[in-house]
């Protein structure tokens, strides 16, 4: 068949990201900016496309219009294809009704039709919110090597981090044994990675059975993955010891757009064979102003820079104004930072205004009370008036 | 006057002023010159063009044109991937009458059948040279509105004999209307140059060329606007924003450091009309412990470790440790060794600048390393 792909993606991207607050109020979490030019789901769509996956079903459901407008025909990903490409997969009516997607599985089971135009034999499921580079394809190589059902990739964590993740016990060949999610006492320090590579026959199969299971919740880690393995099928842990984070919440998304800045962090965004790629917001060169300082920083398009930056990550078209101070903070697209203002371990969503001689967050170490401190964050489109301040850890989502 | 713009043909001259600036246009057209951290100088009459509505460009080219053809591509990023209209390039020998042209005459008799086949009325015609953002409504309007057969924008200031030596001058009355053509005139003082941007309808141009050919007239400059200005209506629209004109490598180099200064930035980057060019999906710039940055442009995928001031840094380019770049043009691509010091260069892509060098150029004659060079 000419529509024939061996392996298509599914990307879940429907989830609401309460975790993010104020940052996810307006937009999916996939379109969340990250590391000064990108969105969170750049990074799984290019790594699709470096991996010569070449057609993706992108399951959207939460605030899908900036996601929608973003991926638009894929184009900046090489996702305009012939044959393939890239697709938003919202829920949609059918003769026999309609329905919200009630879990992750049933997006997948209700876009079967979608997979089935390009008869593949295996099936990548990735997540939306996690930001790492990896070739699927050696994984989907392992997968045929092993001749297993599921192959889900893991990632061998701290022990002490452990019960953060979703753990898997393996056999001394990779097999999947056991799993428990968040164990108090982990069995092993192998987490699941939120990336699975189903052979599609059998995952069509246990999909169907966990749709006619009127109490089953409709979701991989909850459902398919355990029903598999109560049935005897051949579960395999696929090792990853690259650089991966879940950007789930407001302290893990700091945390990893600093990593991009630490040089002991192995994530490496210049490296011509293996390209992030995003939709390029067409703004000139960044200028750096005569009284600026810059250091530790990454900094994009379109920025207009006259104060001081420092640990920090700026999207494009920020302006930061002449005696202005940005510390280990993220800048969104479109903010500015007015003549003297003060952004500290802070998040700034995009458009957000900051007032001069604003104070927004503040450095731990200033903090007498640790459990008081944390990031920061101003939502979207807000405007902080001049002078005033917003306490660490405090989330803003209306103008003060 | 409202005018329709979906009835203007566009037509870019790629390599005409290809001497001027020899040194850049060795590997290339003056079109695809690097500029101003991202762009290559087709990008400004390119993007002006779309932004001013026009749909249908054609690029005249006649040699040197690999990295032109690279850059414009399939011309989606200036919107320009059309069913009906679009961007087309024109090469020589594109048909049996299309040959490698002596002026703008014969170029445009090479692009005849595209010209011919266009259903636009009106057409815009343009060279590399001038970087502004410009809007052609008004001008076509003008044109129209003045019933002239030929619209020549132009720009009145005082110049110096450099800047002039490779312009054409007019003299006008006050109604705008052009009395006399001087061409590359060793002039100096308040004068009226042409910014080699025309409008006429398409009608004029087709048998303008037709007409010339029979003759044996090949330019345009010469043979139409000289020798016919008392037999035409020739019109001026003076142009009086920002703009630069790219005459000489020294030209070149101040048109980049004027945009240093916000201001000029300002009115050349409207956000309303903006300037699109090729885009490479460069990672964002790395600024590094200890690095210094003043007064400069920089665009994408640079890694900066050492000190960089009233510089213009183009994609990809790398500064080490202990580097310093003062009033320097580093095109895509250049890495500054640790140590190395250099001012007033400009590097053409790919220059690789070893460590513990110092390169001086001058202010009025800033030094130029060729594209891969190793120093």
């Given at each position: 068949m000419?529509?024939k792909?061996?392996?298509?993606?599914?990307?879940?991207a429907?989830?609401?990201?309460?975790?993010?607050?104020?940052?996810?109020?307006?937009?999916?979490?996939?379109?969340?900016?990250?590391?000064?030019?990108?969105?969170?789901?750049?990074?799984?769509?290019s790594?699709?496309?470096?991996?010569?996956?070449?057609?993706?079903?992108?399951?959207?459901?939460?605030?899908?219009?900036?996601?929608?407008?973003?991926?638009?025909?894929?184009?900046?990903?090489?996702?305009?294809r012939?044959?393939?490409?890239?697709?938003?997969?919202?829920p949609?009516?059918k003769?026999?009704?309609?329905d919200?997607?009630?879990?992750?599985?049933?997006?997948i089971y209700?876009?079967?039709?979608?997979?089935?135009?390009?008869?593949p034999?295996?099936v990548?499921?990735?997540?939306g919110?996690?930001?790492?580079?990896?070739d699927?394809?050696k994984?989907?190589?392992?997968?045929?090597?092993?001749?297993?059902?599921?192959?889900?990739?893991?990632?061998?964590?701290?022990?002490?981090?452990?019960?953060?993740?979703?753990?898997?016990?393996?056999?001394?060949?990779?097999?999947?044994i056991?799993?428990?999610?968040?164990?108090?006492?982990?069995r092993s320090?192998?987490?699941?990675?939120?990336i699975?590579?189903?052979?599609?026959?059998?995952?069509k199969a246990?999909?169907?059975a966990?749709?006619n299971?009127?109490?089953?919740?409709?979701?991989?880690?909850?459902?398919?993955?355990?029903?598999?393995?109560?049935?005897?099928?051949?579960?395999?842990?696929?090792?990853f010891?690259?650089?991966w984070?879940?950007?789930?919440?407001?302290?893990s998304?700091?945390?990893?757009?600093?990593d991009?800045?630490n040089?002991?962090?192995?994530?490496d965004?210049?490296?011509?064979?293996w390209?992030?790629?995003?939709?390029?917001?067409?703004?000139p060169p960044?200028?750096?102003g005569?009284?600026?300082?810059?250091?530790?920083?990454?900094?994009t398009?379109?920025?207009?820079?006259?104060?001081?930056?420092?640990?920090?990550?700026?999207s494009?078209?920020?302006v930061?104004e002449e005696?202005?101070v940005?510390?280990?903070?993220?800048l969104?697209?479109?903010?500015?930072?007015?003549?003297?203002?003060?952004?500290?371990?802070?998040?700034v969503?995009?458009?957000?205004?900051?007032?001069?001689?604003?104070?927004?967050?503040?450095?731990?170490?200033?903090?007498?009370d640790?459990?008081?401190?944390?990031?920061?964050?101003?939502?979207?489109n807000?405007?902080?008036?001049?002078?005033?301040v917003?306490a660490?850890k405090?989330i803003?989502?209306?103008?003060m | 006057?409202d005018v329709?713009?979906?009835?203007?043909?566009?037509?870019?001259?790629?390599?005409?002023?290809?001497?001027?600036v020899?040194?850049?246009?060795?590997?290339?057209?003056?079109?695809?010159?690097?500029?101003?951290?991202?762009?290559?100088?087709?990008?400004f009459?390119?993007?002006?063009?779309?932004?001013?509505?026009i749909?249908?460009?054609?690029?005249?080219t006649?040699?040197?044109?690999?990295?032109?053809?690279?850059?414009?591509?399939?011309?989606?990023?200036?919107?320009?991937?059309?069913?009906?209209?679009?961007?087309?390039?024109?090469?020589?020998?594109?048909?049996?009458?299309?040959k490698l042209y002596?002026?703008r005459?014969?170029?445009?008799y090479?692009?005849?059948?595209?010209?011919?086949?266009?259903?636009?009325?009106y057409?815009?015609?343009?060279?590399?040279?001038?970087?502004?953002?410009?809007?052609?409504?008004?001008?076509?309007?003008?044109?129209?509105?003045?019933?002239?057969?030929?619209?020549?924008?132009?720009?009145?200031?005082?110049?110096?004999?450099?800047?002039i030596?490779?312009?054409?001058?007019?003299?006008?009355?006050?109604e705008?209307?052009?009395?006399?053509?001087?061409?590359?005139?060793?002039l100096s003082?308040?004068?009226?140059?042409?910014?080699?941007?025309?409008?006429?309808?398409?009608?004029?141009?087709?048998?303008?060329?037709l007409?010339?050919?029979?003759?044996?007239n090949?330019s345009?400059?010469?043979?139409?606007?000289?020798?016919k200005c008392?037999?035409?209506?020739i019109?001026?629209?003076?142009?009086?924003?920002?703009?630069?004109?790219?005459?000489s490598?020294?030209?070149?180099?101040?048109?980049?450091?004027?945009?240093?200064?916000?201001e000029?930035?300002?009115?050349?980057?409207?956000?309303?009309?903006?300037?699109?060019?090729k885009?490479s999906?460069?990672?964002p710039?790395?600024?590094?412990?200890?690095?210094?940055?003043?007064?400069s442009?920089?665009?994408?995928?640079?890694?900066?470790?050492?000190?960089?001031e009233n510089?213009?840094?183009?994609?990809?380019?790398k500064?080490?440790?202990?580097?310093?770049v003062?009033?320097?043009?580093?095109?895509q691509?250049?890495a500054?060794?640790?140590?190395?010091?250099?001012s007033?260069?400009?590097?053409?892509?790919?220059?690789?600048?070893?460590?513990?060098?110092?390169?001086?150029?001058?202010?009025?004659?800033?030094?130029?390393?060729?594209?891969?060079?190793?120093?």
């Open positions: 000419f529509n792909k061996e392996c298509v993606a599914m990307l879940l429907g989830g609401q990201g309460s975790r993010l607050y104020a940052l996810t109020q307006t937009i999916a979490k996939p379109a969340v900016p990250f590391g000064a030019k990108y969105r969170i789901i750049d990074f799984p769509l790594n699709c496309i470096n991996s010569g996956i070449d057609t993706v079903g992108v399951l959207t459901q939460y605030q899908p219009m900036a996601l929608n407008e973003y991926i638009g025909n894929g184009q900046p990903w090489d996702l305009d012939v044959h393939g490409g890239v697709f938003v997969l919202p949609y009516q003769a026999s009704g309609a919200w997607y009630s879990g992750t599985a049933n997006s209700q876009n079967m039709a979608f997979i089935e135009r390009y008869d034999e295996y990548l499921v990735l997540s919110d996690h930001i790492y580079k990896m699927y394809n994984m989907l190589a392992y997968h045929k090597a092993k001749n297993a059902d599921a192959t889900i990739a893991v990632l061998d964590v701290p022990k002490e981090e452990a019960s953060r993740f979703g753990i898997m016990i393996t056999d001394e060949d990779d097999n999947i056991d799993f428990e999610e968040k164990p108090k006492v982990p320090t192998l987490a699941s990675m939120g699975y590579i189903f052979t599609w026959s059998k995952l246990y999909l169907i966990n749709e299971d009127k109490d089953a919740s409709k979701d991989f880690g909850k459902n398919i993955i355990p029903d598999m393995k109560n049935a005897g099928e051949k579960l395999v842990a696929y090792r010891d690259g650089y984070k879940d950007v789930g919440t407001i302290d998304l700091w945390e990893a757009n600093m991009l800045i040089p002991n962090i192995p994530i965004l210049y490296d011509p064979a390209k992030i790629y995003s939709r390029n917001p067409v703004l960044q200028y750096i005569s009284d600026a300082m810059v250091q530790n920083s990454m900094v398009e379109g920025c207009i820079i006259d104060g001081s930056i420092e640990f920090s990550m700026i494009d078209g920020v930061v005696g202005a940005v510390c280990d903070s993220i969104m697209p479109g903010c500015v930072v007015k003549k003297g203002a003060k952004v500290e371990y802070a998040i969503g995009e458009n957000s205004v900051i007032g001069e001689n604003a104070h927004i967050g503040a450095r731990p170490e200033h903090i007498e640790k459990d008081t401190w944390g990031v920061a964050v101003v939502g979207h807000i405007n902080i008036s001049d002078g005033s917003v660490p405090a803003i989502s209306s103008d | 006057m329709n713009m979906g009835n203007v043909l566009g037509l870019i001259f790629a390599n005409m002023h290809d001497g001027s020899a040194e850049l246009t060795k590997n290339r057209t003056m079109g695809s010159i690097l500029f101003g951290g991202r762009y290559r100088l087709i990008d009459p390119l993007s002006n063009m779309v932004n001013s509505g749909s249908e460009v054609g690029v005249i006649k040699s040197n044109y690999q990295s032109l053809l690279d850059h414009l591509g399939s011309a989606r990023e200036w919107d320009l991937s059309r069913k009906k209209g679009g961007l087309y390039i024109l090469p020589p020998f594109g048909n049996v009458e299309s002596r002026g005459i014969e170029a445009l090479g692009a005849m059948s595209f010209i011919k086949h266009s259903m636009a009325e057409v815009v015609l343009s060279d590399c040279d001038i970087v502004t953002n410009m809007d052609f409504k008004p001008i076509l309007s003008q044109h129209i509105a003045d019933g002239a057969d030929i619209t020549m924008v132009t720009h009145t200031g005082v110049y110096t004999s450099d800047d030596k490779h312009s054409t001058v007019v003299n006008t009355d006050d705008g209307n052009v009395k006399s053509v001087l061409i590359q005139p060793d003082g308040t004068c009226t140059a042409s910014l080699n941007i025309f409008v006429m309808s398409k009608k004029f141009l087709t048998d303008m060329i007409d010339s050919i029979a003759r044996g090949i345009f400059e010469k043979d139409i606007l000289q020798a008392s037999e035409l209506n019109k001026t629209f003076e142009y009086s924003n920002y703009f630069s004109k790219i005459t490598v020294a030209s070149y180099f101040k048109a980049n450091q004027e945009l240093l200064k916000l000029n930035a300002r009115k050349l980057y409207l956000p309303k009309r903006p300037i699109y060019t885009v999906d460069n990672a710039v790395k600024y590094d412990l200890d690095c210094c940055v003043k007064n442009l920089i665009a994408d995928g640079c890694v900066i470790e050492g000190e960089v510089s213009v840094l183009f994609r990809g380019v500064v080490g440790k202990g580097a310093k003062k009033d320097c043009i580093l095109m691509g250049t500054v060794g640790d140590n190395s010091e250099v007033y260069l400009i590097t053409d892509k790919n220059v690789n600048i070893g460590v513990n060098h110092i390169l001086t150029g001058a202010p009025s004659y800033p030094m130029y390393i060729g594209k891969g060079a190793s120093v």
